[in-house]
């Protein structure tokens, strides 16, 4: 955090992570284009056909998510979203088997979010939080910003314990009606604590959508022989032989999943469980076509 904004080292890694954004984003964009419409039914007599220059944020994830056809609302108001991306930086986000580690992946997946929400011209924001806010950058809806945030991005490193909810506690005065809010942790923590301070928010007509990040070894528990495992957001350590102990922590993490899942849908909350062994492409389509409502939120 310390390190100028023009840091050579710094700027490399904004530089490698606005290409990487770029990539993903215009690749999907560029489907779209791509997408003839062939034929018509009484299902989409108030959508047209999308074509290059059509606004992305009109296009109808649902009827897509149906139809795996592209189609545009013809009549819906032209007011910008307000988005606020709220990305855990605790040590467990730190945790790499292979591959990337949870928070650069999450790093990568937030950056890209941001692009496409400032394609759209919607307002982004971006706050990072361990047990506390650490830095908040208020949003902005020029693609200029996309550098503020990718800066705020790269200057952080994995530490300490994470609280969802506190962080949030910290802005239920500072964000306004119908925004939209992304959520992207690990959550290992209080749960039942965080969808409590969610509904604040919920209240207020903000539209929900959580990020569950897990790396394939928290998924999959894969290790055979005696281990020492390590706690990455203090000093805990303990010695294991894994078969022993692989069926209790598999049915354990499953648990938290599916309660998690169920609380959030009893909720109406959007939730994705994401392994970091996805393709960030398919995680951002699945974030599209499962938007729900998305268009009420505007204004």
Not at 31 to 47: A, C, D, N, T, V
Request: proline share 3%; aromatic share 12%.
């Amino acid at each position: 955090m310390d390190k100028s904004p023009f840091d050579p080292v710094t700027l490399s890694k904004i530089a490698g992570m606005e290409l990487r954004a770029r990539q993903v984003v215009d690749g999907i964009l560029s489907g779209i284009h791509k997408s003839p419409y062939q034929g018509s039914s009484i299902e989409f007599l108030e959508h047209k056909e999308y074509s290059p220059g059509s606004e992305i944020k009109h296009i109808d994830w649902k009827v897509h998510a149906r139809s795996d056809k592209y189609y545009v609302k013809q009549f819906e108001e032209e007011t910008n979203l307000k988005c606020y991306l709220f990305l855990d930086t605790s040590g467990s986000m730190g945790y790499q088997s292979a591959g990337v580690s949870k928070y650069e992946y999450a790093s990568n997946l937030v950056a890209s979010l941001s692009y496409l929400l400032l394609k759209q011209s919607d307002l982004v924001g971006l706050i990072n939080f361990r047990d506390k806010v650490l830095q908040y950058v208020p949003p902005r809806s020029r693609i200029v910003h996309l550098h503020v945030l990718l800066n705020a991005l790269v200057g952080f490193k994995t530490a300490g314990k994470s609280d969802v909810a506190a962080a949030l506690a910290e802005f239920e005065g500072k964000i306004g009606r119908r925004a939209l809010i992304i959520i992207v942790s690990d959550f290992f923590d209080d749960v039942e604590k965080v969808i409590r301070r969610i509904k604040h928010f919920q209240s207020r007509k903000s539209e929900i959508i959580l990020f569950h990040i897990l790396d394939p070894y928290e998924l999959t528990f894969p290790f055979e022989t005696i281990t020492y495992f390590e706690s990455l957001e203090d000093d805990r350590r303990v010695l294991a032989d894994p078969k022993s102990i692989k069926e209790h922590y598999l049915a354990g993490i499953n648990r938290f999943i599916e309660q998690f899942k169920q609380s959030c849908y009893e909720n109406q909350i959007e939730y994705q469980l994401i392994n970091t062994s996805m393709p960030l492409d398919q995680v951002l389509v699945n974030f599209l076509a499962k938007r729900k409502g998305a268009s009420s939120l505007k204004g």
